[in-house]
């Protein structure tokens, strides 16, 4: 049985899309996530959303609880999540509103709590292969049949934020062969992992990182407005998606945790 967490999805939870929908309130062993869980159906497919940064994007990128939001998604029962992100580009051939199907991650996050086995057990998830390559293989097709433009992979760099980037270490990032830049994607995908979840990421490019010298630096207006014209395209990705998501309770990103635990 599939059932679809969804973090990030602003309109989604649009009455006209998902069937049945209804708001619950939920705590965990870890404190409230970051907004009340909106639970319904999408093309008869169970899906819960959660707004990663609360409904009225009041929470920082370090201040999120993202084992809390996690968690809820874990004991809703979740097999799969599918998240959104904002990015900006490293690279001159991924534009402002391209969609990035990131495959690795490098973490310069240095504040987050990043695993839920805190004390009595100690956990090494592998992370080799941070994300489900069977959900980011549909989310590329999709996007293909959509006629948007993607990148079938990407390695991201999630900086601890919320400043953006100085130009030595976009360039330094840009040496590092990575493609995009965010502040979100960790620990959520290693505490994914830690749960028992096959994890994909929409990254949207919304603007260039500041490795440009002909180019005046980012501003939240030009992030802003891009991920305003690019919602409609979001949505139709994921709800085009969500239909051709398949059980897999042999899937690595379900297996690993089992082996992965110091008792």
């Known amino acids: 049985m599939v059932k679809i967490g969804i973090i990030g999805g602003s309109g989604l939870d649009d009455p006209k899309i998902m069937k049945g929908a209804k708001e619950i309130e939920v705590g965990t062993p870890f404190g409230k996530p970051s907004s009340a869980l909106t639970v319904g159906k999408i093309e008869n497919i169970d899906v819960v959303i959660l707004a990663r940064h609360g409904k009225k994007h009041t929470i920082y ?31 001159k051939e991924i534009k402002p509103g391209d969609f990035v199907f990131i495959d690795q991650f490098i973490d310069r996050t240095t504040k987050r709590k990043s695993t839920f086995y805190e004390k009595d057990h100690v956990t090494h998830i592998p992370m080799a292969e941070p994300f489900c390559s069977d959900l980011r293989k549909l989310l590329g097709e999709t996007a293909d049949d959509l006629n948007l433009s993607n990148h079938k992979k990407g390695i991201v760099v999630t900086i601890e934020g919320p ?15 990575a493609d995009v830049i965010n502040m979100s994607t960790v ?22 990182d500041c490795f440009l010298e002909d180019r005046p630096e980012v501003t939240i207006e030009e992030v802003l407005k891009v991920m305003k014209q690019n919602a409609n395209n979001v949505k139709k990705l994921i709800i085009s998606t969500i239909p051709k998501v398949k059980g897999n309770p042999e899937c690595k990103c379900r297996q690993d945790i089992k082996t992965a635990v110091i008792s």
């Open 61 to 91: 990128p370090t201040g999120v609880n993202y084992q809390a939001n996690i968690h809820a998604l874990k004991e809703q029962g979740c097999t799969h999540i599918i998240v959104t992100t904002a990015c900006g580009s490293l690279k």
């Open 163 to 177: 400043r953006f980037s100085t130009k030595a270490e976009s360039n330094l990032f840009r040496s590092w062969k």
């Open 187 to 208: 620990p959520e995908v290693v505490l994914a992992r830690e749960a028992g979840i096959c994890y994909a990421s929409v990254a949207m490019s919304t603007d260039y």
